[in-house]
DNA sequence: GTATGACCTTGACTTATGTCAAAAAACCGG
DNA sequence: CCGGTTTTTTGACATAAGTCAAGGTCATAC
């Protein structure tokens, strides 16, 4: 349980009495963690594998909000705020995850001010992400978006021009506001313009001038 | 200075305290307030007018992300977080506002816990608002997410079937992620149809109805 | 090894929305 | 009330991206 960002600072007393109160729960691949509209009556914190936040829309298009994964916070806007949850998580493989109910923790977010803290870092952190997609689906288009999410990959690692993703190229599309058929035509005209090379999940970046170009509007494929 | 959402339930020193600190500032109508990239010394509370905060793309295609008006806050995010500002911001008419210096903020927020508070309240509703904005521009069609502004507008107000816009249809389009030219063409769609009227910035919705069924995409203009 | 299903790709087509240009209407300061 | 600016509307057109349908690829389980 150490290393939990929003536990940072936290006393030792106050990260004794956690013990009593986090519930471990688990998840299968697909299964739904909850859904929209349904009460917020905690949050989770994940151990382990990854969880998908989404929108779907009346046709059953799926938009992507976030992946949520090791040791980030799941459903903890709607818990501290009171309201149900406005999005659907699912998780993405198997996974392990911590409960924290809503009483205990807005008893704890008062009583501690480093949760507090913590918990307004990553508030902030997390609407700077929001800002940054709603820029992308308004004034990007799909090419954009998508060489953003190439260099995006390639500067968390350290980016040896080869990036690997990290879930499907269906996933991809809902992450990026678009469909799969789309997605799959888009990376085939970035190969056969040598700007990048696929090789299943594997992508490999042979102009990344190009792919500022593009996330800029200044080339278009 | 009072009922400021952010100083509810302050201690009577510290709001004294305050006013040793705010600054008074004015802008005038157009006048830009910030810009993205620059640094954030600090945030507004705007006392009087109303500020627009937007994204410009490569083309110069403007998107708003919020309209900042009476006691709300802006560039707070930017200033707690210690990031630089990630959009602009212009004074849409002739706005008072109070400056409120990022280190004596974070001093203030350390010390009382009611201000933590205010402000996870505040990060939390907006995150709320970009997860919708998000779902709009990705799920919705522009006509959807007119018809949900357009309801939006309704309730807010009591709502006896007239809602005044309170921007001009230019700036609508810009909230809603669109340009002039398709906001008009739609308006007039939905007279022609029967599902409003419209007269200048005021709007008569006749159907409200047909506009909840655009909404849903069960009903296609 | 092959079968089953998930994932991905491709082509032909449709459509919502953007672009450009011009006219019309509304607004404003003097 | 006038002249000029700004906003809004309209039309003709371009295009990015979605839909539908079919086929291909890949992996995993049996």
Redesign the interface.
């Known amino acids: 349980m150490m290393n939990i960002p929003l536990f940072l600072n936290l006393p030792a007393d106050s990260m004794k009495m956690l013990q009593g109160i986090l519930m471990e729960k688990e998840f299968s691949k697909g299964e739904t963690i909850f859904s929209e509209g349904s009460e917020a009556a905690g949050f989770y914190i994940i151990m382990k594998g990854r969880v998908k936040v989404y ?5 059953g ?1 799926e ?1 992507i ?1 976030h992946i949520v994964g090791h040791r980030e916070l799941l459903g903890a ?1 709607s818990a ?2 009171g ?1 149900p949850y ?2 659907h998580a699912d998780a993405m493989e198997k996974t392990k995850a911590l409960f924290f109910p809503r009483n205990d923790f807005m008893a704890l ?2 009583k501690e ?1 480093s949760v ?2 913590n ?3 990553n ?6 992400h ?6 992308d ?4 288009e799909v090419p954009g978006r998508l060489a953003a999410y190439f260099l995006y990959l390639c500067e968390r690692k350290g980016c040896s021009d080869i990036v690997e993703m990290d879930i499907s190229k269906g996933q991809l599309a809902s992450l990026l ?1 678009t469909i799969p058929e789309t997605l799959s035509r888009i990376l085939r005209r970035l190969s056969e313009q040598g700007v990048l090379e696929v090789s299943g999940r594997s992508i490999r970046l042979k102009n990344k001038k190009a792919l500022k170009d593009i996330i ?3 080339y278009k494929i």
């Open positions: 929108k779907l829309s009346a046709e298009k938009q909000l806007v501290f705020a309201n406005p999005a977010v008062r001010p507090a803290m918990m307004m870092a508030l902030a952190m997390r609407l700077q929001f800002t940054r997609m709603i820029e689906l308004s004034l990007k506001g800029n509007g200044e």
